[in-house]
């Protein structure tokens, strides 16, 4: 059963970075993933996902820019770099796997079957 655990969250500056890291308890190679947050009374939304087929990603449009999706198949990792924090960035991130294949990444939610238990990253002002 594949399970997915994130790390990397923390405390952070406005302007800072961090890079979070989805490793996954086996191959991922063929599944899309995507990075979701859950900010304090606001609903679960997609920020950025990578494809398996060709690494195409897409990314939310307030990220675009600062956010930065990559894979490391090898490594059963996913990672997300975070520059240039801001306070809204605020939230609990997930990452989640797509088990269908050979069809681009999407950053819907409902696309994925199998989530992480995800990490928590706060951005101070």
């Known amino acids: 059963q594949l399970q997915l655990v994130e790390s990397g969250g923390g405390l952070a500056q406005s302007g800072g970075s961090l890079r979070l890291s989805c490793v996954a308890s086996?191959?991922?190679?063929?599944?899309?993933i995507g990075w979701f947050r859950e900010a304090p009374g606001k609903g679960l939304e997609g920020v950025s996902c990578?494809?398996?087929?060709?690494?195409?990603?897409d990314y939310k449009e307030s990220v675009k820019g600062r956010f930065t999706i990559s894979r490391d198949n090898a490594k059963n990792t996913v990672y997300l770099q975070m520059n240039n924090l801001k306070p809204e960035d605020t939230a609990r991130y997930y990452c989640a796997a797509d088990l269908a294949e050979n069809m681009p990444c999407v950053t819907d939610l409902n696309a994925y079957e199998v989530w992480g238990q995800g990490t928590q990253v706060t951005v101070s002002s």
């Open positions: 990578i494809s398996a087929s060709d690494g195409s990603t």
């Open positions: 086996r191959f991922i190679s063929n599944y899309n």
